[in-house]
């Protein structure tokens, strides 16, 4: 009588039923991929027009679906310019975490690995970034690249790689001593091999955990400096959606900012909760 042994599942798969068995983190993930579901519909162009007039200048909330949060001066969906934000801010969070993620990995891999002048090399350009406020080295990409959502993205980015970096290059630091890496460097294995099969696999955890907080940081950074005028300046965009409700308030409207900040909210809320569940899952050390 044969017994059929059951598959191994990878890690990635047991990560994901680690926080799928938890109800709270369960709510979150599903709310997440509601808005990625909301930005792959957008690119689509599966969702409603949100440049359209679909009523008066700034009409009251109804018990209809375009309106359910009123309209703008223009006589625009709120609600369609809500979803139109979201699809933004997804793009830019996940734009700017496939930018930063990669670089300060690769950065922290091999400051941490070769060590002396590639080491060297690295701290300082990490300490020219920190050592410049990251509201002028922004200001300074977007002005160069002009405003949009390219060069908020590469913006962002370009602050965003430092922490990583610095927890990448630690971690390495602890391992290339390490009885694996003695035993791979004795059989002849090249810097290389060393590097991306043997030391990688074990300090990949902090990029992932880390790639949650940048893409949460990366959602929160746009929405500011879109509010303060350093940021998209077309199109929909949460941050200019509140800079606009902020003059509406002046006038009882509450449907623009209400829907917005609803909106902000689960979003970074879930990307939070998710992260806090994926470092308590992955990381070995409170594992």
Not at 23 to 34: D, E, F, G
Not at 160 to 171: C, F
Not at 213 to 222: D, I, S, T
Request: charged letters at 15%.
């Amino acid at each position: 009588m044969s017994v059929e042994h059951a598959k191994p599942r990878s890690a990635a798969a047991e990560a994901v039923r680690a926080l799928w068995s938890r109800p709270h983190i369960r709510a979150c993930m599903v709310v997440v991929a509601l808005y990625l579901l909301i930005a792959v519909a957008g690119y689509a162009h599966l969702l409603p027009d949100s440049e359209a007039a679909v009523g008066g200048a700034q009409d009251p909330p109804r018990w209809h679906l375009a309106t359910l949060l009123g309209t703008d001066i223009l006589g625009r969906s709120v609600l369609w310019r809500v979803l139109a934000g979201a699809q933004t801010a997804v793009t830019i969070g996940l734009a700017t975490t496939a930018l930063a993620v990669p670089f300060g990995t690769a950065l922290g891999l091999a400051a941490g690995y070769f060590g002396g002048w590639v080491d060297a090399l690295v701290n300082w350009v990490y300490s020219v970034v920190v050592s410049v406020p990251d509201i002028l080295l922004i200001t300074a990409i977007s002005y160069a690249m002009g405003k949009g959502l390219e060069s908020m993205c590469v913006a962002i980015a370009a602050t965003s790689w430092v922490s990583i970096m610095r927890l990448v290059r630690g971690e390495v630091l602890k391992h290339k001593g390490s009885d694996y890496v003695l035993a791979a460097r004795s059989l002849g294995a090249r810097s290389g091999r060393i590097m991306f099969s043997e030391i990688l696999p074990n300090v990949v955890h902090v990029a992932i955990v880390t790639s949650s907080l940048v893409l949460l940081a990366a959602v929160k950074g746009e929405v500011i400096l879109t509010y303060l005028g350093l940021g998209i300046q077309d199109g929909a965009s949460w941050g200019l959606l509140i800079s606009g409700a902020s003059q509406d308030l002046t006038n009882a409207i509450w449907g623009p900012l209400v829907g917005t900040v609803t909106a902000m909210f689960l979003m970074i809320y879930s990307l939070s909760a998710i992260g806090d569940a994926l470092r308590d899952v992955i990381d070995p050390r409170v594992a």
